[in-house]
Antibody, heavy 121, light 107 residues
Framework: QVTLRESGPALVKPTQTLTLTCTFS??????????VSWIRQPPGKALEWLAR???????YYSTSLKTRLTISKDTSKNQVVLTMTNVDPVDTATYYC?????????????WGQGTLVTVSS | DIQMTQSPSSLSASVGDRVTISCQAS??????LNWYQQKPGKAPKLLIS???NLESGVPSRFSGSGSGTDFTFTISSLQPEDIATYYC?????????FGQGTKLEIK
């Protein structure tokens, strides 16, 4: 069974750096074709894709956020970490991590339960 | 980035109604489009991949069609448990992009 779980601070102050961790089980990020993505959703708003990291360490970022985002992986720990610098109240959102299996297709499945991050002083 | 335009943004229908949601892309996607269902307070769930492939375990009243720039998501007979927000998502080009969502309510 594949599961993903997001963790990180519930509250961060403006200008700080946000670090989120996705801990997963049921697959390995060293397997060819395996990827993990981060997606966020501000309260009451639409989904926004943020970043993707692949089994071969290729990385992809949102055009509008790429200067502020860094995605990395620790294959031995089954974790993917997303950092976002210089956060602002507009970054308040539920942050999800999700898997892609390029060997099967190109869709997000399954998703973690999400973690709500509030940016406020 | 590819822009995805969903319509309508909200929809109220009765149980048993046929419901249709449209998704238009700013450029040709061939069939590189997925549909997700998000129930209140929950993470999204993949329903349809590659524009028309129903995921395992998803009821057959859900379907998807289209190619190129115009896509359609249909619920053939609306059930109370279908109350959710539905999103289209393109994967033709990274960065991935989502539609703005269609919130479905029961009349």
């Amino acid at each position: 069974q594949v599961t993903l779980r997001e963790s990180g601070p519930a509250l961060v102050k403006p200008t700080q750096t946000l670090t989120l961790t996705c801990t997963f089980s049921g697959f390995s990020l060293s397997t060819s074709g395996m990827c993990v993505s981060w997606i966020r959703q501000p309260p009451g708003k639409a989904l926004e894709w943020l970043a993707r990291i692949d089994w071969d360490d290729d990385k992809y970022y949102s055009t509008s956020l790429k200067t502020r985002l860094t995605i990395s992986k620790d294959t031995s720990k089954n974790q993917v970490v997303l950092t976002m610098t210089n956060v602002d109240p507009v970054d308040t959102a539920t942050y999800y991590c999700t898997r892609i299996r390029l060997s099967e297709g190109n869709w997000f499945d399954p998703w973690g339960q999400g973690t709500l991050v509030t940016v406020s002083s | 980035d590819i822009q995805m335009t969903q319509s309508p943004s909200s929809l109220s229908a009765s149980v048993g109604d046929r419901v249709t949601i449209s998704c238009q892309a700013s450029q040709d996607l061939t069939n590189h489009l997925n549909w997700y269902q998000q129930k209140p307070g929950k993470a999204p769930k993949l329903l349809i991949s590659d524009a028309s492939n129903l995921e395992s375990g998803v009821p057959s009243r859900f379907s998807g069609s289209g190619s190129g720039t115009d896509f359609t998501f249909t619920i053939s007979s609306l059930q109370p448990e279908d109350i959710a927000t539905y999103y289209c998502q393109q994967y033709d080009i990274v960065p991935y992009t989502f539609g703005q969502g269609t919130k479905l309510e029961i009349k």
